[in-house]
């Protein structure tokens, strides 16, 4: 019989993993602060846990996918959960924060025996519903083998592994995160100015994405773009990452005169 899972944040990538998780055939303890959002898992099985504490089993699996590193610290820090997690216990993070506040949560578990593994994640939602997430990963070797069949049933398409350090999939995360935000904007900013001049935005994307720029990002948001069916490119979390990517290349001396522009129009768009 297989373990139960501790799973905590059902937002809109979490909520998808989860049901996936549920089909794999995996028991979820889950915890979310919106407790509705949960009933269509329970309803297929899942239990609803009051408290954080309340997902762990001692020496089990806890899986977070939440919001910023500020949601992450108060999950970890919470009234008895890394007591209760203890020693063998594995802290599957999945959300894009701080490198250095990876590294501080890995800290956090080291003295309890339990281990965290830094494992952020590309793809949106209907990714995540079609299995199509890419998931970078670091972290001790035996925590990523534990928690390797986990990803992969929570919709892997690739997992990559980038060392024992944690905090450098985060970095990855951060520099992917960079560069989507970047290639969307170019591209509302050429189909724009294309489509002005009279040039059909739809056909540009046809025959840019599919010779000088064949690559998922720009396929996917360049069709949506042009047909203005995209997501909005400002504030939420476009706006924290890039925050978080300039705030992580400014603590090395990286200069960031791209991002830091990014991030003006991204923090502009929203007042």
Same mark, same amino acid.
């Given at each position: 019989?297989?373990?139960?899972?501790?799973?905590?944040?059902?937002?809109?990538?979490?909520?998808?993993?989860?049901?996936?998780?549920?089909?794999?055939?995996?028991?979820?303890?889950?915890?979310? @602060?919106?407790?509705?959002?949960? &009933?269509?898992?329970? #309803? =297929? /099985?899942?239990?609803?846990?009051?408290?954080? !504490?309340?997902? %762990?089993?001692?020496?089990?699996?806890?899986?977070?996918?939440?919001?910023?590193?500020?949601?992450?610290?108060?999950?970890?820090?919470?009234?008895?959960?890394?007591?209760?997690?203890?020693?063998?216990?594995?802290?599957?993070?999945?959300?894009?924060?701080?490198?250095?506040?990876?590294?501080?949560?890995?800290?956090?578990?080291?003295?309890?025996?339990?281990?965290?593994?830094?494992?952020?994640?590309?793809?949106?939602?209907?990714?995540?519903?079609?299995?199509?997430?890419?998931?970078?990963?670091?972290?001790?070797?035996?925590?990523?083998? @534990?928690?390797?069949?986990?990803? &992969?049933?929570?919709? #892997? =398409? /690739?997992?990559?592994?980038?060392?024992?350090? !944690?905090?450098? %999939?985060?970095?990855?995360?951060?520099?992917?995160?960079?560069?989507?935000?970047?290639?969307?904007?170019?591209?509302?900013?050429?189909?724009?100015?294309?489509?002005?001049?009279?040039?059909?935005?739809?056909?540009?994307?046809?025959?840019?994405?599919?010779?000088?720029?064949?690559?998922?990002?720009?396929?996917?948001?360049?069709?949506?773009?042009?047909?203005?069916?995209?997501?909005?490119?400002?504030?939420?979390?476009?706006?924290?990452?890039?925050?978080?990517?300039?705030?992580?290349?400014?603590?090395?001396?990286?200069?960031?005169?791209?991002?830091?522009?990014?991030?003006?129009?991204?923090?502009? #768009?929203?007042?």
């Amino acid at each position: 019989m297989r373990e139960t899972i501790g799973f905590i944040g059902l937002g809109h990538l979490g909520l998808p993993i989860a049901a996936n998780l549920v089909e794999a055939g995996h028991q979820l303890r889950i915890y979310n @602060r919106t407790p509705g959002k949960a &009933d269509g898992l329970v #309803a =297929r /099985g899942a239990q609803l846990a009051p408290r954080p !504490v309340d997902t %762990a089993s001692p020496g089990g699996i806890v899986v977070t996918v939440l919001w910023d590193d500020e949601a992450l610290e108060n999950v970890v820090t919470s009234e008895g959960f890394l007591q209760q997690l203890g020693p063998g216990g594995l802290h599957i993070s999945m959300s894009t924060v701080l490198p250095e506040t990876a590294q501080r949560m890995a800290a956090l578990h080291a003295p309890h025996g339990s281990t965290y593994l830094d494992a952020p994640i590309f793809g949106r939602p209907e990714a995540a519903v079609a299995r199509q997430l890419w998931i970078p990963v670091a972290g001790a070797a035996a925590a990523k083998d @534990r928690a390797r069949p986990l990803l &992969d049933a929570m919709g #892997a =398409r /690739g997992v990559f592994d980038f060392g024992e350090a !944690v905090g450098s %999939a985060t970095i990855v995360k951060l520099v992917g995160n960079f560069m989507i935000v970047s290639a969307a904007r170019t591209m509302v900013e050429g189909l724009s100015m294309a489509e002005k001049n009279g040039v059909d935005p739809k056909a540009v994307v046809d025959m840019l994405t599919t010779t000088l720029f064949a690559a998922p990002i720009y396929q996917s948001y360049g069709k949506m773009i042009a047909e203005k069916t995209a997501p909005a490119m400002q504030g939420g979390i476009p706006f924290k990452d890039l925050g978080l990517f300039r705030r992580t290349a400014e603590r090395v001396g990286s200069p960031t005169p791209i991002s830091g522009r990014l991030h003006d129009l991204v923090g502009n #768009a929203q007042t």
